[in-house]
């Protein structure tokens, strides 16, 4: 099972832009979907992006295409989250996870990274 590790979050201003980076160890990584979710206080946790392993099939919530961009680097086992003209709105923890290929439920977990945006 994969194990990852998320980073690049913190606190920016309105309409700004941040770089979420998630490492992944063990496993094999190309045999994952890739996921960023995010958690807001006080509300469920959100599905945000999801990449498929070669990254050519990307899917987004529908309010987050546009200003989110998902990508990966299989031979670095990296996943990158883009996020530009960020608003107080997206202002959460932001979770890394992955599922294998094919499966219904992300198995595997970051410890998240908490993203702020200030008005």
């Known amino acids: 099972q994969v194990q990852l590790v998320e980073s690049g979050g913190g606190l920016v201003q309105a309409g700004g832009s941040l770089r979420l980076s998630c490492a992944a160890s063990?496993?094999?990584?190309?045999?994952?979907?890739m996921g960023w979710f995010r958690q807001a206080p006080g509300k469920e946790r959100e599905f945000v992006v999801s990449i498929n392993w070669s990254g050519d099939v990307r899917n987004y919530a529908p309010s987050k295409k546009g200003r989110f961009t998902i990508s990966r680097d299989n031979a670095k086992k990296m996943v990158y989250l883009e996020m530009n003209s960020l608003k107080p709105e997206d202002t959460a923890v932001y979770y890394c996870?992955?599922?294998?290929?094919?499966?219904?439920?992300?198995?595997?977990w970051g410890q998240g990274t908490q993203v702020t945006v200030s008005s």
């Open positions: 063990g496993g094999t990584f190309s045999d994952y979907v």
């Open positions: 996870a992955a599922k294998v290929t094919g499966s219904y439920k992300y198995s595997s």
